[in-house]
């Protein structure tokens, strides 16, 4: 079937407009309708298809294998989202070819695989459609990604133009209306019903699974590796770049409550930040002797938090229509692209951080007796909490190492941190982040538990810093003179026993890494989204040549001949003379109904009609035919049937 004018066009104007892609929707809708008015076609043969779907599938396989390598599983939606450019190619093709449809060879090599290997065609490989309205379908399921309010209009206007050229004459618009009225309201309440169903499970779920692991569960919570047994070990992979004069930590959040060697966020209530002018600030107040870092990474599906230097008060360049943050220095992105490069201010205050309530001197009820103890022994309660620092650091310093090889407590009823602080004496950086932070609290200083990244190693290859999935790294934050101070006792030498987990090979993933990287900033540089195009656009060159040096001809005699012949094949059949009998006999046929339906209802259908229905539809319409002798056979038929009911 072929579509009536407009229709295709009027589709992929929609899917342009659903997936904010109508620049290049308008110039392929205008390609693509312009087969109504451009009478000269390409003379392309079967095997000229073949190359044309060869080139598509190639690229489609360029683009999933890039896509999915890039962006995970949600590489496949984009994926899903450009289906219409990948297969423009081949539906423009089509529609200014002569034969106006394409052979199932063509588009299936098991068609042609058979072919070479038995020796001659498969059955159905001479068959030939018309991907008009396949590609209508495609560009339909492209557009409901978005799933604007829009959609479900747009999709019943579209396809009811479409059943309406292609529906039987014989039912009439009222008919048709509603029946089509009910089929949408079917859908649409399936759809709604689908969709709550959905919603009340994922309730029930989440609901069950808070009960079971926390009761009052927050959005933010760090589960440690404390208590753990065996040796810690990240990945070298790196996952940010900073440019900054000196190293830092950048902060992904922090908190506040310790309960069984998680860290929770009590209480913590998103919220709007706002923004003006491509910047996020975080407070009116001007900062004297500001610093700034420029920092580069990933975020999964578009969803992540933001690592940012203690202090940050304002953030710009970050390509995202909203950001939330909470009252412990997190900030939340729900809907970003896979890649951000955004520069952070920030100085000595700490406006995203909120003042100590309760919790910021909550001491767990299992751990408070000994770190009370703990704390009078070194005097802490005593001491001014800038000498309680310097006290916590000497003690650390002096008296544990920092190793990623964790055994089991040597004593029984005894916490993971208990025996680090009293027995052991040995751990990572979340024993000493952990502890420090609730000693500061047995002396009456309030403090929370900071994790995110440590900038320590610094590329001469590019020339900045880079973060690698172990430079992970926990920390203190301690309420000192009206602003939250970071503070961190774990042993410097962290940095170097971390380094040597690193493979002789890691040079060569940074040299990769760094290539990718840069293509991916190239991706999604602003005004950047035309990277698909630029990714086929070799092949359709190609293509476009190897089409434009085939042989273009117009409507010329020759055409006009092949098609009279055709006609002519169809009109001059036999059967037609029994049609035109049973016309004058009173049998008329209704407008629409097909000779096999109207032969069986004057109730003339008998073996001798039936064979010789058969051979005229195949004579009608198969492009194969049928063979002279079975032309005679249905002459003959035809002749005696006439004889006889005359």
Not at 266 to 286: C, G, H, N, Q, R
Not at 314 to 330: E, M, T
Not at 515 to 541: A, F, H, M, V
Request: charged share 15%; proline share 5%; hydrophobic share 40%.
């Amino acid at each position: 079937m072929t579509p009536p004018p407009l229709l295709l066009g009027s589709t992929l104007l929609f899917w342009g407009w659903q997936s904010q892609l109508l620049p290049f929707a308008i110039l392929m809708a205008i390609i693509l309708e312009s087969a109504h008015w451009i009478k000269w076609r390409w003379t392309l043969s079967d095997k000229d298809f073949n190359l044309v779907v060869d080139f598509t599938s190639f690229s489609l396989i360029i683009a999933v294998i890039y896509l999915t390598t890039q962006q995970s599983s949600h590489g496949l939606m984009i994926l899903l989202n450009s289906l219409p450019i990948l297969f423009f190619m081949l539906i423009s093709t089509q529609l200014y070819s002569t034969q106006g449809t394409i052979k199932l060879s063509s588009l299936f090599l098991s068609l042609r695989h058979y072919e070479k290997k038995v020796g001659k065609p498969h059955p159905k490989a001479n068959q030939r459609i018309n991907l008009s309205y396949p590609y209508l379908m495609i560009c339909l399921l492209s557009s409901s990604l978005n799933n604007t309010p829009w959609y479900f209009v747009g999709i019943s206007v579209l396809i009811a133009w479409g059943l309406w050229a292609a529906r039987p004459q014989r039912y009439s618009l009222t008919n048709f209306g509603l029946l089509f009225v009910i089929a949408c309201t079917l859908a649409y309440m399936t759809q709604l019903g689908i969709y709550r169903l959905h919603s009340k499970v994922e309730e029930l779920i989440l609901n069950w699974f808070e009960g079971m692991i926390w009761a009052d569960r927050d959005p933010y919570r760090q589960n440690t590796a404390i208590g753990d047994i065996g040796k810690l070990k990240q990945s070298n992979k790196i996952i940010l770049r900073v440019k900054t004069p000196n190293p830092l930590l950048l902060r992904e959040s922090s908190y506040n409550t310790y309960f069984q060697t998680t860290w929770l966020a009590k209480p913590s209530k998103l919220s709007e930040i706002s923004y003006a002018s491509d910047v996020w600030t975080f407070t009116t107040e001007k900062f004297k002797g500001e610093n700034s870092a420029q920092i580069s990474g990933y975020l999964h599906k578009g969803k992540g938090m933001l690592a940012l230097p203690h202090g940050t008060y304002q953030i710009s360049n970050i390509p995202v229509l909203s950001l939330q943050h909470n009252s412990f220095g997190a900030i939340k992105i729900e809907n970003g692209p896979e890649f951000i490069n955004y520069t952070a201010h920030f100085a000595q205050k700490t406006p995203l951080d909120s003042t100590p309530n309760k919790f910021d001197l909550y001491l767990p009820p299992h751990e408070k007796a000994y770190l009370i103890k703990l704390s009078n022994q070194l005097n802490l309660a005593h001491q001014s909490p800038q000498q309680a620092l310097n006290t916590l650091s000497r003690f650390f310093e002096q008296n544990f190492q920092y190793t990623l090889k964790l055994n089991a407590p040597t004593q029984k009823n005894i916490t993971p941190l208990e025996d680090f602080l009293r027995h052991s004496r040995a751990g990572h950086c979340e024993y000493f982040a952990t502890a420090s932070a609730l000693l500061l609290r047995a002396a009456g200083i309030p403090s929370r538990y900071a994790a995110g990244y440590a900038v320590v190693e610094f590329s001469q290859l590019e020339n900045a810093y880079v973060v690698r999935k172990r430079h992970a790294h926990a920390w203190t934050l301690a309420y000192i003179d009206g602003h939250w101070q970071e503070f961190d006792t774990t042993p410097a030498s962290w940095v170097s026993i971390e380094q040597e987990m690193a493979t002789w090979w890691e040079p060569i993933n940074d040299l990769w890494s760094y290539l990718s990287y840069q293509l991916t900033k190239w991706r999604w540089r602003e005004n950047g989204n035309d990277w698909l195009l630029w990714l086929i656009l070799p092949l359709i060159l190609i293509l476009i040549w190897r089409l434009y040096t085939r042989e273009k001809m117009a409507p010329s005699e020759k055409t006009a001949q092949q098609t009279n012949t055709v006609a002519k094949r169809g009109t001059d059949s036999p059967f037609y003379q029994i049609v035109r009998q049973l016309n004058a006999s009173g049998y008329n046929r209704q407008a629409g109904e097909t000779l096999t339906t109207w032969i069986k209802r004057i109730q003339m259908l008998d073996t001798n009609i039936q064979n010789m229905l058969t051979l005229h539809q195949r004579y009608r319409f198969d492009p194969v035919g049928i063979s002279p002798q079975e032309k005679a056979v249905l002459i003959t038929d035809v002749k005696r049937w006439l004889e006889n009911n005359l």
